[in-house]
Structures are given as C-alpha cells and as structure tokens.
Nanobody, 119 residues
Framework: QVQLVESGGDLVQPGGSLRLSCQASGSISSRYAMGWYRQAPGKQRELVAR???????NYADSVKGRFTISRDNAKNTVYLQMNSLKPEDTAVYYCNAAAWIIATYYNYWGQGTQVTVSS
C-alpha cells in the first residue's frame, strides 16, 4: 500500500511563490509517474504537472514557465515549485502516483493541500 502526504500549501499574495512537497511511503519505485493535480471550487480536477519515470515532464498550459515539477527518488518525494502565483491558481492541490506494473495499474492519491492566492 502506498500513501502520499502533501505539504506546503498556504495563503500567498499574487506574484508570490510556494513549494509543495509530496512524500510517498510504502512500496513505491522510480517506475511511477508522479503528478500534481488541482481542483478549484466548482471545477473539475485538472492536471497541473507530471514527471515520468524517465524524467520527462508535462505541464498544463496555464502554468508553463511558472511552475516546475521535480522528483527525488532517493527520498520518495516529488516537488512542485510555484512562482508568479495568480489568484486563479487557488485550489486544493493533490499528489498522484501511477504506474503499470506487471499488467496491473496502480493509482494513488494524496489528501490534498490548500493553496490560496489572494491579497
């Protein structure tokens, strides 16, 4: 069983920065794709950024150039550095780990961390 615990969410002013962390515990390996998703009130959950096992990254168009995802496999941790934050970045941010291993799809979610961008 894999558990994901997010941290780093906070209230920040527009233009500010935050770094989110997701600590994975349990049986997780570098084969997992790790991602950050977010869900704002009244909206569907959306992909923010994802980093694959080989290091390839994908970003939502709305965060390109402002957010950076990275992972430290030795620490089982994935990070999301968020710069130039905007009010529209306000949401609950969720960490995700997913992988196909021996024909079985594994998909895990954290509990989420609140990010609020407001003056």
């Amino acid at each position: 069983q894999v558990q994901l615990v997010e941290s780093g969410g906070d209230l920040v002013q527009p233009g500010g920065s935050l770094r989110l962390s997701c600590q994975a515990s349990g049986s997780i390996s570098s084969r997992y794709a790790m991602g950050w998703y977010r869900q704002a009130p009244g909206k569907q959950r959306e992909l923010v950024a994802r980093i694959l096992s080989g290091g390839t990254t994908n970003y939502a168009d709305s965060v390109k150039g402002r957010f950076t995802i990275s992972r430290d496999n030795a620490k089982n941790t994935v990070y999301l550095q968020m710069n130039s934050l905007k009010p529209e970045d306000t949401a609950v941010y969720y960490c995700n780990a997913a992988a196909w291993i021996i024909a079985t799809y594994y998909n895990y979610w954290g509990q989420g961390t609140q990010v609020t961008v407001s003056s």
